[in-house]
């Protein structure tokens, strides 16, 4: 019964739309009690495959979609029938037919589907109107209270259209930041990234199926984006989290054996800011810029971080390594260390290719 759980939600909304034939024969035939009854049950669907979705965690943005389209689909095809009987639901329809386009228009530019809760409300109201419209037609004793429900679906659509409007501007002024964030970022950093030495970075390796020059410009953006959210050095953190590891060559090249507090982990730290000073200046690699690089191994560095820039490099660089790493497929090959030992006899082969060519190169300089 569990596996066959996701998929009832979208059954149930999925009636609403098989259901609208029925509804329209019975509206053309004026059998108008029993498309009532039909038109209630229909509704409640609306009501019950969200909470299901909701319970049983099977929530979807095909669901959500589906969900929105039946709505619409029902609604206007109630409408379309009472307008017949009723001219002044045209203006219910009218209203429903500019948000349902508004919407589709929105999610067309940016992908992104929504459902906000005013919207739920105001299609409930909708329903309740629509079917005491069709009350008032069988019996006028139903005519003040259709009267008031008509004027409170026009107030709530009113008020819907103003939320999504404000919702949908919020969105686009985000995607606008953000792309301008994005370019800022790059602006920021492009001297780096472009210079050679920089871009050797792409055949060191560094996690499983990650380079040094994947992680730094993860490192490197996210603490860009958090320095801009908390009003820090975000121009420090963009140049620092790029460089954070540019030491000479990777660790996997040293085969030699040294004390515990001479390897990598310890060191590289410093001989990236060594290696940035010598590649790209001591006026670029400011002081605040070698503080940041200097701690972010803490605490194997020994050194605490000076400032909070620093200490958000340290964080952010832990915090996107434990997210490669507890990657699932990642976490297989590390723990089969297939794909390590792979990588390792890879580097080494690689290793010996270089020092092979380097040799070769000096007899020929000799002779």
């Known amino acids: 019964m569990k596996q066959f759980k996701k998929y009832i939600p979208n059954i149930l909304t999925s009636i609403r739309i098989i259901m609208i034939p029925v509804i329209i024969f019975l509206g053309v035939i004026e059998q108008y009690s029993l498309l009532i009854l039909v038109s209630a049950l229909t509704i409640f669907t609306d009501a019950l495959d969200g909470y299901l979705a909701r319970k049983w965690k099977v929530e979807s943005k095909l669901g959500a979609v589906l969900d929105a389209l039946a709505d619409k689909l029902l609604a206007a095809t109630l409408l379309v029938l009472l307008i017949v009987k009723d001219f002044r639901f045209i203006y219910v329809f009218l209203m429903e037919f500019i948000i349902g386009v508004f919407n589709s228009y929105c999610y067309y530019r940016s992908k992104e589907s929504t459902t906000l809760y005013i919207g739920k409300i105001k299609t409930w109201i909708i329903s309740i109107a629509i079917l005491l419209g069709f009350l008032n037609i069988i019996s006028s004793d139903f005519q003040g209270m259709s009267q008031f429900f008509f004027v409170l679906a026009l107030i709530f659509q009113g008020i819907t259209f103003l939320s999504y409007a404000i919702y949908w501007m919020k969105i686009y002024q985000f995607m606008k930041n953000k792309e301008e964030h994005r370019k800022e970022f790059y602006e920021i950093i492009d001297p780096f990234v472009t210079h050679e030495e920089f871009l050797r970075r792409k055949e060191f390796p560094h996690h499983i199926n990650e380079s040094v020059y994947d992680h730094v410009l993860k490192v490197a953006y996210d603490c860009y984006e958090l320095g801009k959210l908390f009003h820090l050095d975000y121009h420090s953190l963009a140049i620092a989290g790029l460089l954070h590891d540019f030491y000479e060559k990777p660790w996997q090249y040293d085969t030699e054996k040294k004390p515990l507090l001479?390897?990598?982990?310890?060191?590289?730290?410093?001989?990236?800011?060594?290696?940035?000073?010598?590649?790209?200046?001591?006026?670029?690699?400011?002081?605040?810029?070698?503080?940041?690089?200097?701690?972010?191994?803490?605490?194997?560095?020994?050194?605490?971080?000076?400032?909070?820039?620093?200490?958000?490099?340290?964080?952010?660089?832990?915090?996107?390594?434990?997210?490669?790493?507890?990657?699932?497929?990642?976490?297989?090959?590390?723990?089969?260390?297939?794909?390590?030992?792979?990588?390792?006899?890879?580097?080494?082969?690689?290793?010996?290719?270089?020092?092979?060519?380097?040799?070769?190169?000096?007899?020929?300089?000799?002779?």
């Open 262 to 367: 001479q390897r990598h982990g310890f060191t590289h730290a410093r001989n990236a800011v060594e290696n940035a000073k010598r590649v790209f200046g001591e006026e670029v690699i400011t002081p605040k810029i070698e503080s940041i690089m200097i701690t972010h191994m803490f605490p194997l560095n020994k050194r605490l971080p000076r400032n909070r820039e620093a200490w958000l490099i340290t964080l952010v660089d832990k915090a996107d390594s434990i997210d490669f790493i507890m990657h699932p497929i990642i976490l297989y090959k590390i723990m089969t260390k297939k794909e390590y030992d792979q990588e390792k006899k890879f580097t080494l082969a690689k290793l010996k290719s270089k020092l092979t060519r380097q040799k070769k190169k000096s007899k020929r300089i000799v002779k």
